[in-house]
């Protein structure tokens, strides 16, 4: 079993900056790719950005330049910089990460409220 741990979501300001932490803690072998999604009220969720092992990342089209997503040394804590934010940015923001123990597994936070006012 894995949890995953939120921190960092808030109150901010257009134009202001927030950052989101996520770690991981439990039973696995390793973490491969962890990264964020976001669901705004009323909408799907969506695909913020990813991080791989080798440190690769991807960006949502609607985030890249603002956002930042990148990982600790030991791996299992990932963190999203988000300057410049948008009143379109609020949403609940979502971690996962793939685990690995016997078998690949996707484990998901909690969520964090994020809201950006105008």
């Known amino acids: 079993q894995v949890q995953l741990v939120e921190s960092g979501g808030g109150l901010v300001q257009a134009g202001g900056s927030l950052r989101l932490s996520c770690a991981a803690s439990g039973s696995f072998s390793s973490i491969n790719t962890m990264g964020w999604y976001r669901q705004a009220s009323g909408k799907q969720r969506e695909r913020v950005a990813d991080i791989s092992t080798d440190v690769t990342t991807n960006y949502a089209d609607s985030v890249k330049g603002r956002f930042t997503i990148s990982r600790d040394n030991a791996g299992n804590t990932v963190y999203l910089q988000m300057n410049s934010l948008k009143p379109e940015d609020t949403a609940v923001y979502y971690c996962?990460?793939?685990?690995?123990?016997?078998?690949?597994?996707?484990?998901w936070g909690q969520g964090t409220q994020v809201t950006v006012s105008s």
């Open positions: 996962y990460c793939d685990a690995v123990a016997r078998v690949i597994y996707r484990y």
